[in-house]
Antibody, heavy 122, light 108 residues
Framework: QVQLVESGGGVVQPGSSLRLSCAAS????????MQWVRQAPGKGLEWVAV????????FYADSVKGRFTISRDNSKSTLFLQANSLRAEDTAVYYC???????????????WGQGTLVTVSS | EIVMTQSPATLSVSPGERATLSCRAS??????LAWYQQKPGQAPRLLIY???TRATGIPARFSGSGSGTEFTLSISSLQSEDFAVYYC??????????FGPGTKVEIK
């Protein structure tokens, strides 16, 4: 079955960096766009970044632009989010999510991981 | 950026009753509107896309309607497992993809 498993979260100090990973299985990873969506404690969903199926195109939310980088390794069916210069307001559960339609990006997501918690605190 | 709003923030409904949730976009998103359900401690689950198409495995008691700026998610007869938070999301004009703030459906 389709599965996404995030890892890499933790407690870090402001200004630090983290690399989140999302291991995909059960589908043809290289033919689907992927996203990161985050959810601050007790809050709603916030889209963070999207990457095209081939990795050639990325877009970011203004709140993370210049600090976060989304990437993928299709040979290993893994999605990444490099988060630099972390701030307290980046504290959230980070979900990776799979597009529903092949070779489309930024639409709607039919599979989500369980999330990984990033806490930015001094 | 398209701003999504949802009403009400909280909806109290008895099991077996109908629930109607609203979502509004700050400008037209055509029918590029999705609905998600999220239960505590779980990831969101896709319910509806294209404003009215149920995702795979979603029960028929869930239905979506609307176009342009006004959308509705209806749950015809609430089951115990339907008490959750529901989010709408537009994908017509991005980046950014934007979500509504959510409607919590709670037991009356």
């Amino acid at each position: 079955q389709v599965q996404l498993v995030e890892s890499g979260g933790g407690v870090v100090q402001p200004g630090s960096s983290l690399r989140l990973s999302c291991a995909a299985s059960g589908f043809s990873f290289s033919t689907y766009g992927m996203q990161w969506v985050r959810q601050a404690p007790g809050k709603g969903l916030e889209w963070v970044a999207v990457i095209s199926f081939d990795g050639n195109t990325q877009f970011y939310a203004d709140s993370v632009k210049g600090r976060f980088t989304i990437s993928r390794d299709n040979s290993k069916s893994t999605l990444f989010l490099q988060a630099n210069s972390l701030r307290a307001e980046d504290t959230a559960v980070y979900y990776c999510a799979k597009e529903t339609i092949e070779k489309i990006s930024g639409w709607f997501y039919d599979c989500w991981g369980q999330g990984t918690l990033v806490t930015v605190s001094s | 950026e398209i701003v999504m709003t949802q009403s009400p923030a909280t909806l109290s409904v008895s099991p077996g009753e109908r629930a109607t949730l609203s979502c509004r976009a700050s400008q037209s998103v055509s029918t590029k509107l999705a609905w998600y359900q999220q239960k505590p401690g779980q990831a969101p689950r896709l319910l509806i896309y294209g404003a009215s198409t149920r995702a795979t495995g979603i029960p028929a008691r869930f239905s979506g309607s609307g176009s342009g700026t006004e959308f509705t998610l209806s749950i015809s007869s609430l089951q115990s497992e339907d008490f959750a938070v529901y989010y709408c999301q537009q994908y017509n004009n991005w980046p950014p993809v934007t979500f509504g703030p959510g409607t919590k459906v709670e037991i009356k």
